[in-house]
C-alpha cells in the first residue's frame, strides 16, 4: 500500500524553557550566609587558639609566680626555722638543763626551770618540755593565763611516742636541733621543735618547745598581700594527715599533690577550680602548698576571650550586611534582565532593561538593550516582509484566476466550434459524405468532448490547489449522499449498487472539496469495472484516532501495486480511452483536495481484486 | 431578438440552433458592447427604430471586446425603459463571481453555453418556450 505523504510542520515548542523553577537557595541568600560560615569558622578558629595562648602563658606566668612565692616562703620559713632552732639550741645548751636532763629530773635547777618557764611564755609557743635521753618526760611548762602571760611548771608523765623519731634526728644533726611533724595538741596544731642537749659527747637529753602554727593577724596580712586575696596557703604534714592554713585546721586538700613544685589544676571540695603548687619546706617534714583561684589566673585570657567574641560577632554582623547589601546589588539587576528577557519572550518589543552601571552587569544589560531593539527592527522588517509576501500571493492567486477564467473561455470556444460543426457537418452535409468522412466527422466530435471533460477537470484542479479552503465541521454522511446523488445517473444506468454505512462520524473539511473528491473516487468505481460486472460499492467511515478514514471499496479491475503511487498523478491513466475514458485528473484532484483538508489517501488494491480507496479526514471535535 | 456575441462560430451556432428548432423570431447581432449599447440606445446608425425596434429579449455574451457584457448588462438595467427587456446571459465562463455580479446587476437569467450542438439545441428551444412563449413580455419604449 502506497500513500502519500503530507508534512504537517510541527510548531517549535519552547516550553521546556517557559517554566523555570529555581532550585536551591537564591545567589542573594547564598553569598552572604558562604561568607558568614566562612568567617565564623575562621573567626572562630582564631579566637579559640588565641584563647588558648593566652591561658597557657597565663598559667604559665601563675606557676612562676607561685614557684616565686612558695620559694620565698619556703626560704624565709627555713631560716626562721634555722634561726629559731639556733636560738634554741643555744639558749638549752648550758650545764644546768643539762644536769637536769641527765638527772632524770631530781637535780633540780631553777635556772633550768626559768629557762623552761620563759620560753613557755611567749604567745607562739604552746608547751615547752624536758625529756630524758631515753624519752621519758620530765618537765613541761605551759601558759595558764593568756594574760597575764605567765606559765606554770609542773611535771608530767604522758609519753609522746612520736616524738621518737624527732629525737633521733636531733641526736644525728650536726646542730643537734631538729623540727618534727604538726599535730595536735590540746585543740592547737603546733611543731615541735626538739633541741638535743650533750654533756659531753653523751646525749642528756631533749628539750622540746611545741610552737603554734598559727600566724598573727600582722602576718596573715602580710602574706595575702604577697599571694593576693584569692589564694591559699596551706601547710602540712609529708604525710598529709594534718593541715592547716595558719590559722585553723584545714581539712586535707582534695587531691594529693607531689610537692615537686609541678602546677596541678583541680578543684576544690568546694567546687571552686583552683591551680596549686607544693613545696617541702626544707629541714622540716612538712610541704607548703599553694592554691591559687584558677579564675584569678586565667582571668586576662577569659576577658581576651570576651574581647575576641565581642569583635568576632561585630565583624561577622558587618560583614553579612555588606555582603547581603552587595550580593543585592548584583541580583536586582539580574531580576531585572530576567523580566525584560520574559517581557521580550512574552511579545513585548519595547520593554528594555532598566540598569545603569557602569560594571560588567551594565555591559550586559546595554548589549540586552541592543539586542531587543534588534529584535524588535528584525520583528518589524519580518512583518513587513510577510505583508509583502501575502500581497504577491494574492496577487499570484488572483492573476491564478483570471488565467483560469480565461482558459475556461477562450479554451472552450474553439472546442465549441469544433464540436458543433462536426455536428453540422454530419446533420447538413451528410448525404455527401460516405462512411468513413462521417466517421471522422464524429471523431473529431468526440477529441472536442474530451479537451472540454480535460479542462474541466483541470479547472477544478486548479480550484483545489488554492491555498484559501476553510475548513469547517461538516457531516459526512450528508455530504457522501449528495455525492452520491450527483451520479445517480450513472449508478442508475449501470445497475450499480451504492452501500453507505452508517452512521459516519463528523470531519473537519471543506464542503465542495469533499464532495468532488467523494464524487470523483465513486465515479472511478462505477468506471473501471469489468465488462458485464454489475459495480458492487460499498462506503463507510473508520475511526482511527484524531482521523477518519474514508473508505470507497469496489469490485472492479484493481490497481498493480507497481502502479499505485502512478495513478494520484496529473495526465496519469492506465489504460486507453478506447478501454476506459477519462481525463487522468480525477485521482490527482482527489490527492490535492484532501491534503488541502490535512489529510492523506491511499489504495488497496491488487490487479483484479477490486480496490480500497482510502481518505484520511481530521476527526471534528479533537 | 438580440444577440450579443462576439464569436463568429458561436454566432452560427445560434441562428443555426434557432433555425432548427424552428424558430423564425429575427435575431439581431451585435459583435460588441459598444454595438450593443447603440442599438439599445438607439444611437448612431440604430437611430431609426422602425428599422432597428427594440427585441423582445437579449441573449448576453460576458466576454466581449470594446465593452464587457457585465458592463453592457448594467448600462441597460440603469436606463429606464430598456431595462425591462428581459436579458439571459449565455456564456461559457460558469465562475460564481460572474454568475453572481450578472445577477446582481439584474440579469434575468445566466445560461452556460453548451459544448454539444445537441445541447445548445434543447437550452435554444427551452429559451423559446420559456420566453418567447410562456413569458408575459413588458412594454417596451417605442421612441
Request: glycine content about 8%; some cysteine.
Amino acid at each position: 500500500m502506497v500513500h502519500t505523504a503530507h508534512t504537517v510542520a510541527a510548531p517549535a515548542t519552547a516550553s521546556g524553557a517557559e517554566s523555570f523553577a529555581r532550585r536551591g537557595l537564591a545567589l542573594r541568600q547564598k553569598v552572604p550566609l558562604f561568607l558568614f560560615a566562612g568567617l565564623f569558622a575562621v573567626l572562630a578558629t582564631w579566637t579559640w587558639l588565641a584563647y588558648r595562648s593566652v591561658r597557657d602563658a597565663s598559667l604559665a606566668l601563675a606557676h612562676e609566680r607561685m614557684n616565686a612565692l612558695v620559694g620565698e616562703i619556703v626560704r624565709s620559713s627555713a631560716v626562721s626555722t634555722r634561726n629559731r632552732s639556733n636560738a634554741l639550741a643555744r639558749a638549752f645548751s648550758v650545764a644546768p638543763v643539762a644536769d637536769l636532763l641527765a638527772s632524770g629530773g631530781r637535780s633540780a635547777s631553777d635556772s633550768a626551770e626559768n629557762l623552761l618557764r620563759r620560753f613557755a611564755q611567749s604567745a607562739a609557743v604552746l608547751r615547752t618540755a624536758y625529756f630524758a635521753a631515753d624519752g621519758t618526760p620530765l618537765l613541761a611548762s605551759q601558759r595558764t593565763d593568756s594574760a597575764t602571760g605567765t606559765a606554770e611548771t609542773r611535771y608530767f608523765a604522758e609519753r609522746h611516742e612520736e616524738l621518737s623519731s624527732v629525737f633521733r634526728a636531733a641526736l644525728a644533726a650536726p646542730e643537734r636541733v631538729a623540727v618534727g611533724r604538726m599535730r595536735v595538741l590540746d585543740d592547737q596544731i603546733v611543731i615541735p621543735h626538739v633541741v638535743a642537749v650533750f654533756r659531753g659527747t653523751a646525749p642528756a637529753g631533749f628539750v622540746v618547745m611545741w610552737r603554734r602554727v598559727a600566724a598573727n593577724p600582722q602576718e596573715l596580712q602580710q602574706i595575702s598581700m604577697l599571694i593576693g586575696s584569692g589564694a591559699h596557703i596551706f601547710v602540712g604534714n609529708d604525710r598529709s594527715d594534718l593541715w592547716s592554713d595558719f590559722v585553723r585546721r584545714r581539712e586535707a586538700p582534695a587531691t594529693d599533690l607531689p610537692a615537686t613544685g609541678e602546677l596541678r589544676r583541680y578543684a576544690r571540695l568546694d567546687g571552686t577550680r583552683v591551680v596549686a603548687a607544693a613545696r617541702p619546706l626544707d629541714d622540716t617534714p612538712m610541704v607548703i602548698r599553694l592554691e591559687l583561684a584558677e579564675a584569678d589566673v586565667l582571668a586576662p585570657a577569659s576577658r581576651s576571650l570576651r574581647q575576641s567574641i565581642a569583635i568576632g560577632v561585630v565583624l561577622l554582623i558587618v560583614a553579612t550586611g555588606v555582603s547581603w547589601m552587595l550580593s543585592r546589588r548584583i541580583t536586582s539587576p539580574l531580576h531585572e534582565l530576567s523580566a525584560a528577557a520574559r517581557a521580550l519572550a512574552g511579545g513585548d518589543y519595547g520593554r528594555t532593561a532598566n540598569v545603569s552601571r557602569g560594571d560588567e552587569i551594565g555591559e550586559v544589560a546595554a548589549s540586552f538593550n541592543l539586542m531587543v531593539a534588534r529584535v524588535a527592527e528584525a520583528h518589524v522588517s519580518l512583518e513587513g516582509k510577510v505583508r509583502d509576501r501575502t500581497a504577491q500571493l494574492e496577487e499570484r492567486n488572483q492573476e491564478l484566476e483570471a488565467f483560469a477564467r480565461s482558459i475556461s473561455h477562450d479554451l472552450r470556444a474553439p472546442l465549441r466550434a469544433m464540436h458543433g460543426f462536426s455536428q453540422a457537418l454530419i446533420e447538413d452535409c451528410g448525404p455527401q459524405l460516405d462512411e468513413t468522412g462521417r466517421s471522422y466527422a464524429t471523431r473529431i466530435a468526440g477529441a472536442a468532448t474530451r479537451m472540454d471533460a480535460m479542462i474541466r477537470d483541470l479547472l477544478e484542479y486548479s480550484r483545489v490547489s488554492r491555498s484559501d479552503l476553510p475548513l469547517t465541521t461538516l457531516d459526512t454522511g450528508a455530504i457522501v449522499h449528495a455525492a452520491v446523488s450527483q451520479l445517480e445517473a450513472d449508478i442508475h444506468s449501470r445497475g450499480a449498487h451504492v452501500s453507505v454505512a452508517q452512521p459516519m462520524p463528523s470531519v473537519v473539511a471543506h464542503r465542495p472539496v469533499l464532495e468532488q473528491v467523494i464524487a470523483n473516487l465513486v465515479s472511478n468505481a462505477l468506471k473501471f469495472v469489468a465488462a458485464g460486472t454489475r459495480p458492487e460499492i460499498t462506503i463507510r467511515a473508520e475511526p482511527m484516532g484524531r482521523f477518519v478514514r474514508l473508505w470507497v471499496e469496489d469490485n472492479g479491475i484493481g490497481v498493480a501495486p507497481a502502479h499505485q503511487a502512478r495513478i494520484f498523478n496529473v495526465f496519469e491513466k492506465l489504460h486507453t480511452s478506447s478501454e476506459y475514458a477519462g481525463t487522468g485528473i480525477g485521482l490527482a484532484i482527489v490527492r490535492k483536495g484532501v491534503e488541502r483538508m490535512g489529510g492523506e489517501v491511499g489504495v488497496e488494491s491488487g490487479a483484479g481484486y477490486g480496490s480500497r480507496f482510502w481518505v484520511n479526514l481530521q476527526l471534528a471535535g479533537v | 431578438m438580440l444577440l450579443v456575441e462576439d464569436d463568429e462560430n458561436d454566432i452560427l451556432f445560434v441562428q443555426r440552433a434557432f433555425k432548427q428548432a424552428g424558430i423564425l423570431n429575427p435575431i439581431v447581432v451585435a459583435r460588441d458592447g459598444d454595438e450593443a449599447v447603440a442599438y439599445l440606445g438607439g444611437t448612431g446608425t440604430f437611430a431609426d427604430r422602425e428599422a432597428h425596434p427594440l427585441p423582445v429579449f437579449a441573449l448576453l455574451d460576458l466576454k466581449l471586446p470594446r465593452r464587457t457584457g457585465l458592463e453592457v448588462l448594467q448600462w441597460v438595467k440603469e436606463r429606464s425603459g430598456v431595462k425591462r427587456i428581459p436579458i439571459v446571459v449565455l456564456t461559457s465562463s460558469k465562475h460564481d463571481s460572474d454568475v453572481n455580479r450578472a445577477y446582481e446587476l439584474g440579469a434575468n437569467s445566466y445560461l452556460v453555453k453548451p459544448v454539444s450542438f445537441q445541447g445548445l439545441m434543447d437550452l435554444v428551444k427551452t429559451l423559446q418556450l420559456y420566453w418567447l412563449v410562456l413569458n408575459e413580455r413588458p412594454a417596451l419604449p417605442q421612441g
